[in-house]
């Protein structure tokens, strides 16, 4: 058995310390948010925090985490719209099909975590994931607004 930390409850799961992090947590916990894209950890649709840092579920051990503190995007709010990162990507309707948002949302709450006021190269570098509809001028916007969120109150930019 695994004990895992998701989202601040434990899961005592029944599967392969070699099992991918994605697939527990989706299969054996029964959290859809986190998605499946690419497998190889390329595309970040599969995004989760562990301790803190966004790293990409569907290329981690899920037996490697076992004494981590793991957020998925259903952890990043109690409501799921009142984290900075929720609520500007909202108001920029950043979503068309939607696949990739999980993991962009989760990518963009670990960047503002670290730099609560990116710059552009920042977040050039740090947001990788693939997004196929291509709105990557909306996701920009969204980090931005976000920024602001969370520079003009703090407490809700700690994910």
């Known amino acids: 058995m695994l004990k895992l930390d998701i989202n601040g409850e434990i899961h005592e799961v029944d599967a392969d310390p070699d099992t991918p992090l994605l697939w527990v947590i989706r299969?054996?916990?029964?959290?859809?948010?986190?998605?499946?894209?690419?497998?190889?950890?390329?595309?970040?649709?599969?995004?989760?925090?562990?301790?803190?840092?966004?790293?990409?579920?569907?290329?981690?051990?899920?037996?490697s985490v076992t004494a981590a503190k793991i957020v998925t995007i259903e952890g990043l709010s109690a409501d799921g719209l009142s984290h900075p990162v929720q609520a500007a990507w909202l108001q920029h309707e950043v979503p068309q099909c939607g696949y990739c948002q999980s993991g962009q949302i989760m990518a963009a709450a670990a960047l503002l975590h670290e730099k609560p006021n990116p710059t552009e190269a920042d977040v050039a570098q740090v947001i990788s994931n693939i997004c196929r509809c291509g709105t990557y001028q909306r996701i920009k916007a969204a980090i931005d607004t976000a920024a602001a969120l969370t520079v003009a109150s703090p407490a809700n930019g700690k994910a």
């Open 27 to 63: 299969e054996w916990v029964g959290l859809t948010g986190t998605k499946y894209g690419c497998g190889i950890a390329e595309c970040g649709a599969c995004s989760v925090h562990i301790d803190g840092v966004v790293r990409r579920s569907c290329s981690i051990a899920a037996g």
